[in-house]
């Protein structure tokens, strides 16, 4: 059994894995209306990964006997001023989740909770992947400034991403 107070720190990182997916996938939509197909289906996969983050937090919940509290996603930002904005504000959004993270392991740890400090280790050595890939993508789009055709690559390149959401048990 969890604290209350744990219950609803896991409830809010809940919360914000699902904001998480639903604002990359109005980046995939943008990328969408602005033909940037390989950037869409980069997105789209890593929105289907934050649904699947969502559903840890969701599963851990229900395992420890806590009660599951779906509260209201805000609305995401739905326009960028270019697809380098767009990753440099998914790289900024990424760092405000390890934080988050971050502040759910600390509670575990003051809380004396290590079944919980136990589950979030998994999210937090994801988010180190996850700074590192999208940090990744801001530099390239560094490098390649101005140039359509190296767009174009960058584009192609990123459309070659085929990961599907990790599903692994907790
Ligand atoms: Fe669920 Fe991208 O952190």
């Not at 999208?134 to 990961?163: C, H, P, W, Y």
């Amino acid at each position: 059994m969890i604290t209350e107070k744990m219950q609803d720190a896991l409830n809010g990182q809940l919360n914000k894995e699902l904001f998480s997916s639903y604002l990359y996938l109005a980046m995939a939509a943008y990328f969408e209306a602005e033909s940037y197909a390989g950037m869409a289906r980069w997105m789209n996969l890593q929105a289907q990964e934050e649904h699947e983050h969502a559903l840890k937090f969701y599963d851990y919940l229900i395992k420890v006997n806590a009660r599951v509290k779906l509260t209201a996603i805000d609305e995401p930002q739905f326009e960028w001023e270019s697809p380098a904005a767009a990753f440099q504000a998914a790289y900024k959004h990424e760092q405000f989740i390890t934080q988050s993270v971050n502040d759910l392991a600390d509670l575990a740890m003051n809380e004396r909770d290590h079944a919980t400090a136990a589950f979030l280790r998994w999210f937090v050595d994801e988010q180190v992947e996850e700074e590192a890939t999208v940090s990744e993508i801001v530099d390239n789009f560094k490098m390649i400034g101005d140039s359509k055709s190296a767009l174009f690559m960058l584009d192609r390149e990123l459309g070659q991403r085929t990961n599907a959401p990790d599903t692994t048990a907790n």
